[in-house]
């Protein structure tokens, strides 16, 4: 699975090149374009990201055009064995991108030229950028949604490895951010693994909807010529031809989706990394991050600061503004094709990047964390974090709920104003708050049973929790299994 382009950024042509190369849309122009319009169109600085799969589109298009005798099958052989040979320069980095040539697909063209002459001229036959570059962004955004699927899966399976180890490790769980009631460091954990495999499952989903190849939709009315998109549409791993040329090459909602899940999965991963950045606090002290994911202050000696997950946390923004930036590109605009459109790249690039590398440097923190299981159990053990389960217990002798917590209510604030522990109390005492209390507080709640008592189906029991544990395991074994086949398959592609 190749890397996407880094998110650092690509440095932007400098300027215009030497005036020496000749548009290929040449022939309708007298004049030269302006250095500034040159540099301003120029896409080629982020779209060679798209070099691989737009020469695995030529490669398919050339064989289908000789398949329909468009072009002789020496005419083929010369096409292919030169995009070929491309591919090898853009992968030994020794490919000479030209910004005045604006884009990959004329860059990629007109090396063709120098490199086998006028005949590549004849691969352009029956297709515009339109089609291309509209193609071009479902193969990118389909192995990258398999690839950001992947990672989603890889920081699931390390979550649940640390929660297995932390069945017995109970902590607050919080509500407001005040103390709730206690829960397992597993459960904790494993609510990241739920809300993980939905997102993960929106990436997956969305391969669904990339069947369809705009190839042959030309610039957006098809074309004259005899072309087989069946053909092209196949040997591409698309389910067939797209059915509306013009949809076709206007339509971006493939790159929106992914922009949207990415944006969804940041989110949950801002917020997991949240709790990194709180836990490892003196104030928390739940988790104290590895050295080699932790990092020190400039200035004071004594820090040691999560910028990990601040920075997952912070990027949670670009990747929410990468979707805003290209909904609002495409907010009104007319059908079909606008130069517009050429703004979908940078933004799913810069998610799939940044997405990929916080999913990998989040599997690295979890995965090596240190739990201070102590100081969890400490901040567990607050008796008030049971007022519930006195409720309950109420409810469970005929009360009415509102009036167990009506009472309880007032047994809790007692017990703050009074500086009472709440187990320390006799039956008789808590008969002062309702008749209905049935034994001492000792006997009617405890920490073990608040966890014990709630074996319901999603709850913290320790049975419920070590099931949960192990379907969720089975989930993440088959997922990756099947993005495994999924990437074999792609390979036997022609
Ligand atoms: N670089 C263009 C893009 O990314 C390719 C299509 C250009 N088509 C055109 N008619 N100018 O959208």
């Known amino acids: 699975m190749p890397k996407p382009p880094s998110s650092s950024g690509e440095q932007r042509p400098g300027g215009p090149s030497e005036g020496a190369s000749e548009k290929l849309w040449g022939g309708r122009f007298s004049g030269a374009t302006d250095p500034t319009v040159e540099r301003f169109t120029a896409s080629v600085h982020f779209d060679k990201a798209l070099a691989r799969y737009d020469l695995r589109l030529s490669t398919a298009h050339a064989r289908m055009l000789r398949r329909q005798q468009l072009i002789s099958p020496e005419d083929e052989t010369s096409i292919v064995d030169g995009l070929a040979e491309i591919g090898q320069e853009i992968e030994a980095g020794t490919f000479p991108f030209d910004p005045a040539l604006e884009d990959i697909h004329m860059n990629v063209e007109a090396r063709l030229r120098e490199r086998i002459g006028a005949v590549a001229g004849r691969l352009h036959t029956g297709r ?160 104290e991050l590895a050295d080699a994911y932790s990092t020190g202050s400039s200035l004071m000696p004594q820090k040691k600061n999560p910028d990990v997950p601040e920075l997952v946390r912070g990027k949670s923004g670009r990747v929410i503004g990468n979707l805003v930036a290209l909904l609002t590109t495409l907010k009104g605009l007319p059908l079909t094709y606008n130069r517009d459109l050429q703004e979908d790249k940078e933004p799913v690039f810069d998610t799939a990047a940044t997405l990929r590398d916080s999913l990998e440097v989040m599997a690295g923190a979890v995965a090596t964390l240190h739990v201070h299981a102590a100081r969890m159990a400490e901040a567990a053990d607050d008796p008030l974090l049971l007022a519930t389960d006195f409720a309950e217990v109420l409810v469970t002798e005929g009360v009415p709920f509102r009036e167990a917590h009506e009472a309880v209510g007032k047994l809790v604030r007692h017990c703050v104003e009074k500086q009472v522990d709440l187990r320390t109390m006799t039956r008789t005492d808590l008969a002062a708050f309702h008749a209905s209390f049935p034994a001492d507080a000792s006997e009617l709640a405890s920490l073990e049973r608040a966890l014990e008592q709630r074996s319901l189906v999603g709850g913290t029991a320790r049975a419920t929790v070590s099931e949960a544990l192990e379907v969720a395991r089975d989930d993440v074994g088959r997922s990756l299994a099947a993005l495994d086949a999924e990437d074999s398959d792609a390979e036997t592609r022609p």
């Open 128 to 287: 515009s950028r339109n089609d291309q570059v509209a193609t071009d962004l479902l193969l990118f955004l389909r192995e990258m949604s398999a690839a950001v699927e992947r990672g989603i899966h890889e920081l699931r399976g390390v979550l649940v490895e640390r929660a297995s180890e932390h069945i017995d490790t109970v902590l607050p769980g919080y509500t407001h951010l005040q103390r709730a009631q206690p829960v397992r460091l597993a459960h904790h954990w494993l609510a990241f693994v739920e809300m993980l495999g939905r997102d993960a499952d929106r990436f997956r989903d969305q391969r669904d909807r990339i069947a369809r190849s705009p190839l042959g939709s030309g610039a957006l009315a098809g074309s004259t010529l005899g072309i087989d998109r069946d053909d092209t549409a196949r040997a591409l791993g698309f389910l067939g031809p797209s059915l509306n040329s013009m949809d076709a090459v206007a339509s971006r909602d493939a790159a929106l989706e992914f922009l949207a899940s990415g944006a969804i999965a940041m989110v949950h991963l801002s917020r997991l990394a949240e709790e990194l950045v709180l836990w490892s606090t003196a104030e928390f002290g739940f988790v």
